[in-house]
């Protein structure tokens, strides 16, 4: 029997053992869908700032096994008994579990196809049942292939399908329904991973470009065994990054006198020729490096009220970001770091195109100094793998995927070396 495209041997084995699990209660069909992790080369922390990033799709993944009920209600197994079964009913809006629990990425993925085919009113339940090879909590994205695989099963039982830009541009923000206000990246990676290929993608809107990787590169990921549970404390930071980034995009607007400007991305967007030290020097001449936690001084700057700016940022309700009011909002370091990874991202498509692996270890090395230095993201263990890395013979070596400055937290690092 051959493969269907992008599986392996060891997957198609982990399904068949899958279906075993699973229920079917409408008519006789079990589905498969595998989506793969990813590993970032650069650009991290710009994909929530819509700009570019450049991840490789990897060869762990999650693999659903999924058959229609009539019961309207998803049934989950995992064949990780760290994970328990649930079950819910598909609804308009569906309610969370607890912060922690594992199924509400399912339950995110759910929401996400449902709000996507918002007109649709009756929706066929499943039976699935999940396993994943995807380390958990270790900067690889085991998280959005749980949504991604999920989402496509729950798709197919009801006879749904999207073009896979569409599909990754349906799940890009599913996780902020788990309180995560991410990006578009680990999703598209696991939608449009190709074989043998980096993937430089663009959002706003989402655009992929697949990159041969060099015959004569190698990606060595090394676990950290530090741990970051995105779902704890790595969020908090997570968001927080995420509000400090898009205070200075509204900052840099005003004092640009540009439109509408909510991240980033919306003034590299408005500036063609822009480059890093203009832009960096602009928001340094328009606010303070730091601003209050409590947004009064942002206001103040941007000419706004402090209670609408706190709406706009921080939601409310029980996906309201919570900001810790001790500690000032780093503005300029992390609009440097956001301006350089982007300008760095840029020249890595083009570098690793042409096979030039040294200039590419280069700007991986760079990436991660500015992750450390301006982003505050990388941790002590982390910073002696890399340089092990480094020394070992690696062209480059940097921490890879979420972050958080919380000194608990883990990452993959990962490597690359000439063959
Ligand atoms: C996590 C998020 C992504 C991205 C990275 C950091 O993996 O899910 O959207 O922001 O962190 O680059």
């Known amino acids: ?73 998803i049934e989950l ?36 196809v449902i709000d996507r085919f918002s007109t649709r009113i009756n929706w066929r339940g499943a039976s699935m049942a999940v396993d994943s090879s995807v380390p958990i909590a270790a900067g690889l994205s085991s998280s959005s292939a749980l949504t991604v695989s999920t989402a496509m099963a729950f798709m197919a039982v ?23 206000r991410g990006g578009g990246m680990d999703q598209a990676a696991s939608i449009l991973g190709r074989r043998d290929h980096a993937l430089f993608i663009e959002f706003e809107p989402l655009r992929v470009r697949g990159i041969k ?39 840099l607007g005003r004092a640009l006198k540009l439109d509408d400007v909510k991240i980033l991305g919306d003034v590299v ?55 810790d009011p001790k500690r000032p909002l780093e503005i300029l370091k992390r609009a440097r770091h956001v301006f350089n990874e982007t300008q760095r991202v840029i020249r890595a498509a083009d570098v690793l195109e042409t096979g030039r692996l040294d200039e ?21 263990r982390l910073d002696t793998i890399v340089e092990c890395a480094r020394r070992g013979g690696a062209l480059g070596a940097r921490l890879t995927g979420a972050a958080s400055a919380a000194r608990s937290s883990r990452y993959a690092t990962w490597q690359a070396l000439t063959r």
């Open 1 to 73: 029997m051959s493969l269907p495209d992008g599986w392996n041997p060891e997957e198609l084995a982990r399904a068949k053992r899958l279906a075993a699990s699973v229920r079917s209660g409408v008519d006789a069909r079990v589905l498969a869908v595998r989506a793969p992790g990813r590993v970032n080369l650069i650009g991290e922390h710009t994909d929530y700032s819509g700009l570019p990033v450049l991840p490789v799709a990897i060869d762990r993944s999650t693999i659903v096994v999924a058959a229609a009920n009539a019961t309207g209600e």
């Open 77 to 112: 197994a995992n064949a990780d008994p760290v994970w328990p079964p649930r079950r819910f009913a598909i609804e308009q809006q569906i309610p969370p579990y607890q912060t922690g629990d594992w199924a509400n990425y399912v339950k995110a993925a759910v929401q996400a």
């Open 158 to 180: 009801n006879e749904l399908e999207l073009d896979p830009l569409e599909a990754a541009t349906m799940v890009a923000r599913s996780e902020w329904y788990v309180g995560t």
């Open 213 to 251: 990787m060099p015959a004569n590169a190698a990606l060595v990921v090394a676990d950290s065994r530090e741990v970051a549970d995105k779902s704890g404390k790595v969020r908090a930071e997570y968001n927080r990054r995420v509000i400090e980034c898009a205070l200075a995009a509204r900052i």
């Open 269 to 323: 967007r408005a500036q063609p020729g822009w480059n890093a030290v203009d832009l960096v020097e602009k928001l340094a001449a328009s606010s303070p490096a730091r601003l209050d936690p409590d947004l009064k001084e942002a206001a103040n700057i941007l000419g706004v009220s402090q209670s609408a700016l706190d709406m706009e940022l921080l939601g409310h309700g029980p996906s309201r970001i919570a900001l």
């Open 360 to 380: 590419m270890g280069k700007l991986m090395n760079a990436s991660h100094a500015s992750l450390a230095d301006d982003f505050e993201c990388s941790t002590d």
